[in-house]
Structures are given as structure tokens and as C-alpha cells.
């Protein structure tokens, strides 16, 4: 076996294992290892510290290398002398072009820098080697428990095919994503000027360049000309050409050696390439993969950069992620006097950034794996969409990098001057929203035998009152049996609408320009639980009803088994929401929304994972959705022709088997094509061992799919908080109105002071004549010290 075996300074077994390992193996070659060897020899010279690599020194399979700001900041605290070579190399530029359909769209304010990767590796070849770190190339590293039992620590670096992660598979647990799109990283030997996004529309399908300079043009270098002696250099480029599987395969690359197809994607995107080829460095199609493990280290091993976890290279973060990850490691190592718990303190340290990157950069990917969607939409907006796919770049956050090219954007989407986006109109039928926000269906379990009382009205009207376009109200019952706890509101009788009528009456009168939505559902299999805050989705302890549903499936183990309706039932039913829809238009309510996700009764005849009939409402998506079709256009039968209905539903289960977001789409052309105004795209709780994939405003990209899919409005909900995120969604045409439900229980007034903390006045919000002296953000204390006027000298 290869390698020097050196005694480990303590068992490798104990927990108390000091943390200042003498002893360090590294496994992997690149950025992040390295810069852990240098960091941790820095720290104590007295160190052993052994780096192998199976490649040569000078290999290396990519090109640039993009650093931010912040991750230079912290090079340069922990080791000037990498950072002093590293900033000699750079190439900093400040735009975005993005070239769509013939148009180009620059974005500045960004803030780059880039070097090639084979020029970084090095300057940490040349920093370890002068700090007296043993770097092994051309060499396999001994097996990882081999060498784990003769160091004190082991660091695998050792990249997303990870070894060391596969050997210890059972420890920590990964989780690899493979996805729908090929890529291929190449280079072209001149510098952009910008970083540039092009889209490619073949007669294949959509292709998509992603190219960044990461070398400058030598001085003397004249692109005009091109002398027949030894040239100047004339700069470097990354240049990744990335489209879906099918469209690869229908270009046929499947078929082509990689030689042809670079010859081919530089053909395609030759204007881009100002005619130069592209070349490779062993450059091979591949597919991302994001690596997710459970576990970082086990005992005094620990993983690091890509074998730990991916981040799509759209968001320019793998090299950032590993030398981060180097800082962190090298940092916990000297505050812990024990290896586990330093080991666990890195791993504490970095995974809520590293998840927070990876859902960053899930999105990003996501967006480009459908960028079909976004191709008709109008120029200015299609660029801002991809400048925001992340979330990390935002409308407020744009219009501090680039307020010019923001402020483009607005006016090509309709926004008067000093209007942010939030604050548009919107109309839905013969109901014009004042502005795009929705205070969400939220539950109050605050009923006595389905009568709203005083707390409805106190809650709807402040929230009413707190400036939103639309108000819903809590899912609604059309019969006893169909509430949720027996502290759900209903329609099902007239001392109800009477009740529901003082509520509509005080939004009409008080809050006026604001609009108040009825949301109308059944329990179905989820019905008969407790009160939220007693034991949410549990049993009562007595007094259950019987529950009904499409399947005869508890929701969970220990909850009643639902009855299957029958022929009879149903049309039952449909008659009990047909009559909950008149009482709620005689109650004066300005919208209606039938609630058919989150596993109610209507939302479990649309999942395959909740109806296992046989008969005409059970089998193919056709027949699961025909009963809530047929409830939906008998509703609409009664509820008057001028206002508008919407469809709340689950536009997946997050669960094996269940609606996907294909199916979403189905469902949602066929509630369209019913007479449906908007789908409100919420995702989920339709069956209990669900797998959500939460994160901020995580529901979008549904809501995104349908809406440039099909044509049509829809709400997007879920983790949407700021009113920035709300902007950025509306701008970018992911979604026409944005409903809000937690952030509307922090703050009823949160449309207000919204309008208030963006200096905005105008018919988008109105201030209630009694609140209007609180329309100014209150004045608080000064934070600010003076500053210096004068220096003396001594």
C-alpha cells in the first residue's frame, strides 16, 4: 500500500482526541484541500501534513475559477500571502449580458473575479510546498481507514465521485440528485466583457451559453489584427454550453466524439464566440449531480468541498463552497480541544450556509432545466427573471447595483414612476385588485358550532384594514361533517351567512378598495382532529363524527378510517358546496376559492395517492379530477357571473407516486378551461409521510409552471416574507399575486408599512383616515457616532 505510515498522536477512537492534529492526511488535489494543507500548516508549522493527488500537478479539468468578495475577505485574514498572488491574477468586471431572441441586456453592479483555475492551483502548490507540505501527485491515496488509523486527522477532499463518502456510504448517509440537463465545460481563448447568458433556440430545442473571462489580453494584445508570428495572449474565457437531456440527444452529441461537438457548439453560438473555436481539457457531456450527506465527519475523518456537498455551477460556487469550508475546518480545529468536537463544530458551522447555497442554487438550476417556459416572455423581463432565478439577487438588490436597467424593467412591465411592482393593479373578472397582495386562508379554529364570531371579525378586518388587495378567509365548511376541528367556521346554515354578512359589511365600509374572498372546503379523511395547539391532525379524545373521503385511507395510523362515497354521497356533496356558494354570494363576499389541495376531501379525488376507486372518479387523472370539476361547475352555476372563482391546489405531494408537477399542470388547464380566474399553487399535506423540500418561497416555481405554461393567473404562497421577494416574484412574471400568511400573523398592517418602507404613496395602498398620522416609519434614536473631522499629526 502507498504511504508512510506515522503514528497517530492519540487513539484515533477517543472522543477527547486533541484537535491540534500533528498528523494530517488529505485526500484530493484541489482548491479546498490544498488551501486546508496551507491553512493547517500555517497554523502549527510542527505539523505532518500530507496532500495526495492522483492527477499530475498541471491537471486540471476546468478553467476559471470565480471567487466573491466575501470569500477573498476571509483569504486574505487567514493568509495574506495567498491572497497577495491571488489578487495579481484576477480579472474583475462588473456586468451581466444577457442575449435573448436577438436582444441584449446589461445588468452592471455585480461585482466579479476570476482566475484559471490551473494558475490557482499554482499558487497553492507553491504555498504549501514553501510552508513544507508533502504534495504526492500521480499517487492513489492508501485506503481511507488505513489511513485513518495511522493520523490524527483525514480530510477528503476528494471531489464529488468521493471515495472516501462511498467507503463510509452507511456514515454519512448521502443523497445524490442526478438532473435533466447535459453540460460540457469548455474554453475559448479571449476574454468577454461581461458575464454572458445566451440563449440558443435550435431546431432541437433550447440551448444556453454561460461564458465568464477569467484571463486578461496580454499588453500589446490588438483582437483586430492577427500577425503570423508568436501572438500575444489575447485573454481566456470559461465557456459551459448546457441544454436538456432530449434536446442532447435530439442534436445528437449522444452520437458525436467530444471533438465534434465542441465544433459544433461553436458553430451555434459563433456570434457570441466573435468566431473564435472553443477547445477542452478532456472535456466530456456530463450531468450535475447535488450531493447531500447527512453526516460530514465519523471519528477523525471529515469531508470537505464536493465530496461533502455540489452546488450547480450557475451560481458560480463550488471553488467558493471548498475554500470556505478549508477556512472553517482549519478555524474550529484551533477553537475545540478535542477532534470530534471540532470536527462536529465545523459540520454545525457550514451546513446551514452550504444548505442555504444549495437551495440557491437548486433554484438556479431549475430555472435553466426550464428555461422553455420563460423564452416568450418579453425581452426586459425575461432578463430580469435570470438575474433573479436565485433568489440571492433580488428587485430591491438589483436596483442598488443597477438602478437604470431596474427601473427598464418596471417600465416595460406597466409600473407608473415611484410604483414598486407589489403595488400594481390586477384584475380577475369583474374584481380589479388594488395591489398583488393576498392575506392568506390561515385557520382559526375559533368557531362554536361554525359561526364566525367576534375574533373573525376583529382578525379579517385589521388584516383588512393593514392595506392588502385580497382577503381570504379560513377554509370554510359546507356541512358539520366536512370541518376540519369543531373549531371551523361554516356556511351550511343562514345564521352563518348573517354572520359572515357583519364581517363583509365591516371590509366594505372600513377598509374600502379592499376586496374579501370566501375559501370553501371539506375535511374529507382529515376531519374530526383536535384544535391546532391541543394535538394538530390527532383524533378528538370524544365526540368524533364519522369522516367520508374518495378512499377508504386513514390519514395516518390511529386516525379514523374515512367511508368511500358513494353515487348518492357525492351528489350530496356537490349539492352542500352549491349551497355553501349561494349563502356566501348573499353573504357579500367579492371572490370565491374552492380548496382542493392539502389532502381535504376534494384535494384526495385528485391524488393517485388518496383514490384507489375504481369506478368513474378513480383511475387516470381524467376521472380523479371529475368530481371536483363537477363541483366546481356546479358551484359556478350559482355564484354570480361578475366575480371571480380561483382553485387552491397541491401541486405535488412531496411524496413517491404522488401528483407531480406535470400533473399540476393538467390540473390546472382543466380547472382553466372550466372557468377557473386563478389556481392558488400551494404544495403538500396531502398525505402524512410527505418529504418537503422547504425554503424560501419554495411553492414558486409551481406556481411559475403553471402560469407560463398555460397563460394563466395564478397565486403563488408559501415562505414568501419580504416584500422584496413579492417584488421580485411580480416583476419577473412568476406569478401575478403573491399570498401571504404567517407575515400577515406577525403584522395585520403588513401592506402598510410595506408601502411606508418603500417611500410609496399612491392608489396601490390607502392608509385608513384614523392611521394616516402612522403612515411615516417612526423616528428612532441615532446609531451613527460623528465622524472625524481632523487629524493632528504628533
Known amino acids: ?80 500571502e495567498v491572497y497577495t498572488a491571488l489578487q495579481q491574477d484576477f480579472i474583475r468586471w462588473d456586468d451581466i449580458d444577457i442575449v435573448h431572441r436577438e436582444s441584449r441586456h446589461t445588468s452592471g453592479g455585480h461585482g466579479f473575479a476570476a482566475l484559471g483555475r490551473k494558475r490557482l492551483l499554482e499558487i497553492l502548490h507553491h504555498r504549501c510546498r514553501a510552508l513544507g507540505v508533502e504534495l504526492r501527485f500521480d499517487s492513489e491515496a492508501p485506503y481511507p481507514a488505513w489511513l485513518a488509523e495511522t493520523h490524527d486527522l483525514v480530510i477528503a ?79 481566456a474565457s470559461t465557456v459551459i454550453v448546457e441544454m436538456r437531456e432530449e434536446v442532447w440527444r435530439a442534436a445528437g452529441f449522444e452520437e458525436l466524439d467530444p471533438q465534434e461537438s465542441i465544433e459544433i457548439c461553436a458553430k451555434i453560438f459563433a456570434e457570441a464566440l466573435r468566431g473564435h473555436p472553443l477547445r477542452s481539457n478532456k472535456s466530456a457531456w456530463t450531468t450535475f449531480r447535488t450531493v447531500v450527506n447527512e453526516r460530514w465527519s465519523h471519528e477523525n475523518i471529515v469531508l470537505l468541498g464536493d465530496a461533502a456537498h455540489t452546488a450547480h455551477f450557475s451560481i458560480g460556487s463550488g471553488t467558493k463552497l471548498a475554500v470556505e469550508d478549508a477556512l472553517a475546518l482549519a478555524a474550529c480545529l484551533e477553537e475545540h480541544p478535542d477532534i470530534r468536537g471540532a470536527l462536529s463544530a465545523y459540520e454545525q458551522e457550514r451546513k446551514p450556509v452550504v444548505a442555504s447555497t444549495q437551495r440557491a442554487a437548486r433554484a438556479s438550476l431549475e430555472w435553466f432545466e426550464n428555461i422553455a417556459l420563460h423564452l416568450d416572455q418579453p425581452p426586459r423581463q425575461f432578463a430580469f427573471n435570470l438575474l433573479t432565478r436565485s433568489r440571492r439577487v433580488t428587485h430591491d438588490n438589483l436596483r442598488l447595483r443597477d438602478t437604470r436597467f431596474t427601473e427598464s424593467v418596471e417600465r416595460a412591465f406597466g409600473c407608473p414612476p415611484g410604483t414598486p411592482p407589489m403595488f400594481t393593479p390586477f384584475r380577475l373578472r369583474g374584481l380589479t385588485l388594488r395591489n398583488r397582495i393576498v392575506v392568506s386562508p390561515m385557520d382559526m379554529y375559533s368557531a362554536v358550532d361554525g359561526l364566525p364570531g367576534d375574533f373573525h371579525l376583529v382578525h379579517l378586518g385589521a388584516r383588512a384594514l393593514g392595506g392588502a388587495g385580497l382577503v381570504m378567509t379560513e377554509m370554510v365548511c359546507v356541512s358539520p361533517e366536512g370541518r376540519i376541528t369543531p373549531g371551523c367556521t361554516g356556511l351550511y346554515n343562514g345564521k352563518q351567512a348573517e354572520a359572515w354578512r357583519r364581517i363583509t359589511d365591516f371590509v366594505h365600509g372600513q377598509a374600502p378598495g379592499t376586496a374579501i374572498g370566501v375559501q370553501l372546503g371539506h375535511s374529507g379523511r382529515k376531519g374530526s ?20 373521503a374518495a378512499s377508504p385511507l386513514p390519514y395516518k395510523p390511529g386516525n ?52 384507489r376507486r375504481t369506478d368513474a372518479y378513480g383511475g387516470s387523472l381524467d376521472k380523479r379530477l371529475r368530481f371536483p370539476l363537477e363541483v366546481f361547475d356546479a358551484i359556478r352555476g350559482v355564484w354570480p357571473e361578475e366575480r371571480p372563482m380561483t382553485v387552491r391546489i397541491s401541486a405535488t405531494d412531496w411524496a413517491e407516486g404522488g401528483t407531480s408537477a406535470e400533473d399540476a399542470v393538467e390540473i ?127
Open 1 to 80: 500500500m502507498r504511504g508512510t505510515a506515522r503514528p497517530a498522536t492519540d487513539d484515533p477512537h477517543s472522543p477527547t482526541r486533541t484537535s491540534h492534529p500533528l498528523h494530517v492526511a488529505i485526500i484530493g488535489g484541489g482548491p479546498g484541500g490544498l488551501y486546508a494543507a496551507a491553512l493547517l500548516k500555517r497554523l502549527d508549522p510542527t505539523r505532518d501534513i500530507t496532500v495526495w493527488e492522483r492527477n499530475a500537478p498541471d491537471d486540471t479539468f476546468g478553467f476559471g475559477v470565480v471567487l466573491s468578495d466575501e470569500t477573498l475577505g476571509g483569504i486574505e485574514h487567514a493568509d495574506p
Open 157 to 235: 477532499a476528494d471531489g464529488v465521485h468521493s471515495t472516501t463518502r462511498e467507503a463510509y456510504a452507511h456514515v454519512f448517509r448521502p443523497h445524490v440528485t442526478t438532473h435533466h440537463c447535459r453540460y460540457i465545460w469548455l474554453a475559448t481563448d479571449f476574454a468577454f466583457d461581461a458575464f454572458r447568458f445566451e440563449i440558443a433556440e435550435t431546431e432541437h430545442g433550447v440551448m444556453q451559453l454561460h461564458g465568464y473571462p477569467y484571463a486578461r489580453p496580454s499588453p500589446g494584445h490588438h483582437p483586430s489584427t492577427r500577425p503570423s508570428g508568436p501572438q500575444k495572449q489575447c485573454g
Open 560 to 611: 379514523q378510517t374515512p367511508r368511500e362515497l358513494s353515487r348518492a354521497q357525492l351528489t350530496d356533496l356537490r349539492e352542500q358546496f352549491t349551497a355553501a356558494a349561494w349563502r356566501a354570494a348573499r353573504a357579500g363576499f367579492d371572490l370565491l376559492e374552492l380548496h382542493c389541495a392539502h389532502g381535504y376531501l376534494l384535494s384526495g379525488f385528485l391524488s393517485p395517492l388518496t383514490n
Open 529 to 548: 382532529t383536535q384544535l391546532m395547539w391541543e394535538g394538530i391532525d390527532e383524533p378528538l379524545p370524544d365526540g368524533n363524527w364519522p369522516l367520508v
Open 668 to 794: 390546472a388547464r382543466a380547472f382553466a378551461a372550466h372557468g377557473a380566474d386563478a389556481i392558488d399553487v400551494s404544495t403538500g399535506q396531502v398525505v402524512a409521510e410527505e418529504r418537503p423540500e422547504f425554503g424560501r418561497s419554495y411553492q414558486t416555481p409551481y406556481a411559475d409552471r403553471i402560469r407560463n405554461t398555460l397563460g394563466i393567473p395564478v397565486i403563488a404562497v408559501g415562505a414568501i416574507s419580504s416584500w422584496d421577494d413579492v417584488n421580485s416574484l411580480i416583476l419577473a412574471g412568476r406569478t401575478d399575486l403573491c399570498a401571504l400568511a404567517r407575515p400577515h400573523l406577525y403584522d395585520p398592517h403588513w401592506t402598510l408599512h410595506a408601502a411606508a418602507e418603500q417611500s410609496y404613496e399612491g392608489p396601490g395602498v390607502v392608509w385608513p383616515t384614523q392611521y394616516r398620522a402612522g403612515s411615516r416609519r417612526p423616528q428612532t434614536g441615532r446609531t451613527d457616532a460623528p465622524k472625524p473631522r481632523l487629524t493632528l499629526g504628533t
